[in-house]
Structure formats: structure tokens, C-alpha cells
Antibody, heavy 120, light 107 residues
Framework: EVQLVESGGDLVQPGGSLRLSCAASGFTFSSYAMSWVRQAPGKGLEWVSAISGSGGSTYYADSVKGRFIISRDNSKNTLYVQMNSLRAEDTAVYYC?????????????WGQGTMVTVSS | DIQMTQSPSSLSTSIGDRVTITCRASQDIRTYLSWYQHKPGEAPKVLIYDASTLETGVTSRFSGSGFGTDFTFTISSLQPEDIATYYCQQYDNLPPTFGGGTKVEIK
């Protein structure tokens, strides 16, 4: 079964750091670009960051550029995002999502999300 | 960034009714548009991509149309399992951007 499972969400103080993980299974992980997408409480979906299948190319939303770092370990079938200098507005459920193999930019598999709360 | 404007933001309707949601892009995105269904506590699910192509395994009760800046998503006959929030998303330009969502409820 194709599956994505996020972990690492927690309560963290403003200015703090957190690393989220996304474990992939059921498909050839290295063949797919991956993204992080978040949903703040009561709000819609917001794309955060993306990484190519090889890990050689990365992309960020302006709201997280310079603070978040996306990476992947294809030997472990795992996607990561290192979140630094966290702000209250980063509070959200964070989803990892697989990019469609032939339709670049659309997301065909999503995880169930992990909650990040930034608060003192 | 390309802004995606969805309407309505919510709707209340009856089982068996036809439901139509619209999505407008702030600039031409050709047909680089997807529609997603999101139920609370679940992973979002892609229903349609390239504006009108039904994802494998998705019921034909769902359909999409449009080109350029104006798009439509339709549920031909609403079923109880269709209660969810629906989002459009453009992928013509980075960053990919989503509409604000349409919450579909039962009257």
C-alpha cells in the first residue's frame, strides 16, 4: 500500500526549532518529487516547500524561506523539514505530499499530517 | 504569486442535488488546475487534475471543466460521503497555490 506517515509535530516556543519527518512506503521514493503543505487552524492549504527526487533541487514559499530546510534520505525513504526561528504563524498541521509522476505540480498521495504548535 | 479565488466558501444542500463550485485564477493558468477533497482528520485526496481529468479510482460523480482563468467543479448527485471541504490548486507557476476552500454540508 502506498503510504506517507508524518511525525515530529510538537509544542514549541517562538524562536525554537523542530524537525518533521515523513516516512514513505509502497513506492519507489527516489522517483518522486515531494512537498510539505500546511493548514493553519481554521484556514486553507498552503504549500511550504518542495524537493526533487534526487534532492538536488529545493523550493520554498516566501513565508518560510531562510528559516525552513527541506531534505530527503532516499536510502531511508524519508522526507524531512527542519524548521528554525519558528513563529506563532507557523502553527499548523503539516502534511507531506507526493508529486504526481507525470503531472508535475499536482499531489496524488498525502499523509494524515502532524500538528505543530508555536506558543509560549 | 497566482491568487486562486473559490466560491462559495460554504454551501448547504440536499442529498441527490447537483453541486457546483467555481475557482478563478488571477492570471492565465491554461489547464494546470487540480481539485482536492479534504475530510477532517484525513489526508487530502486528489479528485481531478489538468482541470478535467479524473484521477484513477475516483467516482465519475465528480467532474471538472475550464481553461485559462475560470474553472468549475461539479458533483452530479451529492452523496453523504461527499461531505467535505473542496480545494482548487494551480500548478502553472511556482509557488503552487490553493483556493480558500468550499465546505459542503447537508441541509
Amino acid at each position: 500500500e502506498v503510504q506517507l506517515v508524518e511525525s515530529g509535530g510538537d509544542l514549541v516556543q517562538p524562536g525554537g526549532s523542530l524537525r518533521l519527518s515523513c516516512a514513505a512506503s509502497g513506492f519507489t521514493f527516489s522517483s518522486y518529487a515531494m512537498s510539505w503543505v500546511r493548514q493553519a487552524p481554521g484556514k486553507g492549504l498552503e504549500w511550504v516547500s518542495a524537493i526533487s527526487g534526487s534532492g538536488g533541487s529545493t523550493y520554498y514559499a516566501d513565508s518560510v524561506k531562510g528559516r525552513f530546510i527541506i531534505s530527503r534520505d532516499n536510502s531511508k525513504n524519508t522526507l524531512y523539514v527542519q524548521m528554525n526561528s519558528l513563529r506563532a504563524e507557523d502553527t499548523a498541521v503539516y502534511y507531506c505530499a507526493r508529486e504526481h509522476l507525470t503531472v508535475s505540480g499536482t499531489f496524488d498521495i498525502w499523509g494524515q499530517g502532524t500538528m505543530v504548535t508555536v506558543s509560549s | 504569486d497566482i491568487q486562486m479565488t473559490q466560491s462559495p466558501s460554504s454551501l448547504s444542500t440536499s442529498i441527490g442535488d447537483r453541486v457546483t463550485i467555481t475557482c478563478r485564477a488571477s492570471q492565465d493558468i491554461r489547464t494546470y488546475l487540480s481539485w482536492y477533497q479534504h475530510k477532517p482528520g484525513e489526508a487530502p485526496k486528489v479528485l481531478i487534475y489538468d482541470a478535467s481529468t479524473l484521477e484513477t479510482g475516483v467516482t465519475s460523480r465528480f467532474s471538472g471543466s475550464g481553461f485559462g482563468t475560470d474553472f468549475t467543479f461539479t458533483i452530479s448527485s451529492l452523496q453523504p460521503e461527499d461531505i467535505a471541504t473542496y480545494y482548487c490548486q494551480q500548478y502553472d507557476n511556482l509557488p503552487p497555490t490553493f483556493g480558500g476552500g468550499t465546505k459542503v454540508e447537508i441541509k
